[in-house]
């Protein structure tokens, strides 16, 4: 056994399992083997409170039971297998974000809703992903001003699922590009090959022409801004088809003015996949 068991109790803890499982399992792993007898003496648990913990480690696949005549022992899994776990933590997490949506939609704040506009505000990291993953749901095609890499931004997990999701679902992409966001860029793809969006295209407008100092998207009736620079990271949907609208022919206007991003040519369908967003 680990000199330290304190970095086991630690994390048992964050998975919110009792204080009991973390002594249970650590017995298991410094003794091999044991019955139900030898175990309760080693782990300083009750016989009876000590069934009902074999049962929630048998649960997160913790423990593994061999049966011989008349009596069982039981002995400790592979740690590796709390991976089953985190992923089960993970879906929950998804679906809770996913009623969290649908919650916000039912119970707006008055002030900012009105059978024309619809108004979100989102705050700190985790808010600013909830309006990516809003975007996988866009049924029409999404037109983006990026100041800089959405990757940069999120961790590189978040991101490869954004785009999965993006690409399950067909969406398209179009996409402007200014001097910060192919600084960045580059940086990016000199470190990381990760998941492309299938249906994207892109273009470059000098800061000369239109300096781009905010990642804007717009998609069915959304506006949606991005601020993630000098400590602050929020965002805003605007809920209102008019609005989205407008915005739309910016867009284009400015996109009739853009030209093909440096190392790409001048039609970015199908772009190279080291390249791709």
Request: include cysteine.
């Amino acid at each position: 056994m680990p000199s330290d068991i304190t970095p086991m109790h630690a994390y048992f803890a964050k998975l919110g399992l009792e204080p009991e499982i973390a002594e249970i399992y650590l017995a298991l792993h410094a003794y091999g083997p044991q019955s139900i007898l030898k175990l309760a003496s080693n782990a300083k648990i009750e016989r009876t409170r000590l069934y009902r913990l074999l049962d929630t480690l048998a649960e997160h696949n913790l423990i593994e039971v061999e049966v011989l005549y008349k009596r069982k022992l039981y002995k400790a899994a592979p740690i590796g297998n709390l991976q089953i776990l985190l992923t089960k933590r993970e879906q929950e997490v998804r679906d809770l974000q996913k009623e969290l949506v649908e919650l916000q939609q039912k119970f707006q704040s008055p002030s900012l809703h009105s059978p024309l506009t619809h108004v979100q505000f989102y705050r700190g990291e985790e808010g600013v992903k909830q309006m990516f993953w809003n975007q996988t749901k866009a049924k029409s095609e999404s037109f983006s001003i990026l100041y800089e890499n959405m990757q940069t931004l999120t961790n590189i997990t978040f991101f490869e699922r954004w785009v999965e999701r993006c690409n399950m679902n067909g969406l398209t992409f179009k996409s402007i590009a200014g001097d910060h966001f192919l600084s960045t860029q580059r940086d990016w793809y000199t470190k990381h090959d990760n998941e492309k969006l299938q249906k994207w295209q892109g273009r470059y407008l000098p800061d000369t022409i239109f300096p781009i100092t905010h990642s804007m998207v717009t998609y069915d009736d959304v506006v949606a801004y991005y601020n993630w620079k000098d400590g602050e990271v929020f965002g805003l949907e605007v809920y209102n088809n008019e609005i989205a609208a407008a915005q739309r022919n910016v867009f284009n206007m400015l996109w009739e003015q853009g030209q093909g991003i440096p190392g790409h040519g001048e039609k970015n369908e199908g772009l190279k996949p080291d390249k791709n967003l």
